[in-house]
């Protein structure tokens, strides 16, 4: 059990401890010389000694300064004990003196931050570079939603705003060769406005489109030169069409050759990623965990296996497609026929790797065109193609590459005989491009 005493209660019996020491040795110095003078006084009658009177003055001297000397300690050490105490007393609650140390509970730190806010390092940068993100929509004018009675939507894709006057930066093929057509933007927070499309690189599927609007989010662009293998990244877009969709995942190749994905006529080095993108993010942002725009969500072959344009690329682009703007010597690029799909060239590397991941690809298959993506109601979906069919022949030439399927395209008149490979299964599939004159 615990002795305690108030400090102002101690401090007070030190003060009066000291005052009653002084008081008492002060009372004996008064009258101890009488008493001792008056035993001096018989002491002399009886005896008549000189001797006797010195040792009595001696006497009296010790008797007098023991008392005092003691007093003068107390009082000084009472006043110390005073001051010390007035120096660390609270204003409301004097301190607490115990014979034994006093334990205090432990209190909970309320100003540590906790393990959501610490490490959720996506949700942070999402929150940062999502409002600059866009939903684009590609709507037919020949073909009305039977309740709503506007224009239904031929495809989607993403895209995302560099600059706060409303450009937009996305993919080409989101944006161009579709007829009959007009671009539709929607903002995260809803609004939707009429796009239009302003310049176009084909070879390097980049496009920007132009929305009446101002004081818009924008993303920062970041750099791709100091990009390395294994950083982390986010996808924002909106795959099939299910706008404001982040994926995450990492860098797994900073500077794969459009040569080894089969495209030709293009020197660009893909950044390749495991982050998921799928029908709808192209043209959406790949950003940094600083949430820097460091690449464009371009295209993808399988899971795991997805590809962006690197945004050092783009700021070429960005900075050509200005000074176009500027000069207004843009000029569209020529009309091909229409037939409403994104494909990909077959490799050697591509092909192993799809059959790593399904065992659906024929063996006898040793290049082709992949499709990837389908535009619903357009004439290769009329035609009965579908994503993930390999596209061998065309009107009996063996395609080898994307750039055969575009010269079959630019000869006007001419329907596609198309050999096909579904899976292990073998079709013969017509298609009949749509004409791009109007």
Known sequence: MFVRFKALNVKYQVWNFGQRILFQNSYQTKCLPNSVRFLSNQIVESTSSSSQEKRSDDVIHRNWVKPVAISGVALFAGFLAYKYLNKNDDDKNPLAFSLSPSVNAAVPTTN?????????????????????????????????????????????????????NGLILTNAH??????????????????????????????SDLATVQIDC??????????????R????????????????????????????????????????????????????????????????????????????????????????????????????????????????????????????????RSHTVPVDVKSGVLIWKVIIGSPAYNGGLSPGDIVTKINGKEVHNTSDIYSFLSEKGKALNMTVYRGTQKLEIMIVPEEMDD
């Not at 806010?117 to 996506?122: A, I, M, P, T």
């Not at 007829?179 to 406005?193: E, N």
């Not at 101002?214 to 990009?227: E, V």
């Not at 950044?271 to 969500?297: K, M, V, W």
């Open 174 to 203: 989101v944006v161009i060769n579709k007829p009959h057509t007009f671009v539709q933007v929607r903002l995260q927070d809803g609004r939707k406005f009429i796009g239009r499309v302003e310049t176009v690189d084909p070879v």
């Open 229 to 356: 293998s294994g950083e982390w990244v986010v996808a924002l877009g909106s795959p099939l069409a299910l706008n404001n969709t982040v994926t995450a995942g990492v860098v797994s190749s900073t500077q794969r050759a459009s040569q080894e994905l089969g495209l030709r006529g293009k020197n660009i080095n893909y950044i390749q990623t495991d982050a998921a993108i799928t029908f709808g993010n192209s043209g959406g942002p790949l950003i940094n965990l600083d949430g820097e725009a460091i690449g464009i969500n371009s295209m993808k072959v399988t899971a795991g296996i997805s590809f962006a344009i690197p945004i050092d690329y783009v700021r070429d682009f960005l900075e050509k497609s200005q000074q176009l703007r500027d000069n207004k010597k843009f000029k569209p690029p020529p009309a091909r026929r229409y037939m409403g799909i994104t494909m990909l060239t077959l490799t050697d590397d591509i092909l192993t790797e799809l059959r790593q």
């Open 112 to 164: 540590e931050a906790s393990n959501r806010s610490r490490f959720n390092f996506f949700a942070d940068i999402v929150e940062k570079a999502a409002p600059a993100v866009v939903f684009i929509e590609i709507k037919d004018k020949r073909h009305l939603d039977y309740f709503s009675r506007e224009p239904v939507t031929a495809s989607n894709g993403s895209g995302f705003i560099v600059e706060d």
């Open 214 to 227: 101002k004081k818009l989010p924008t993303i920062k662009l970041g750099s791709s030169s100091d990009l």
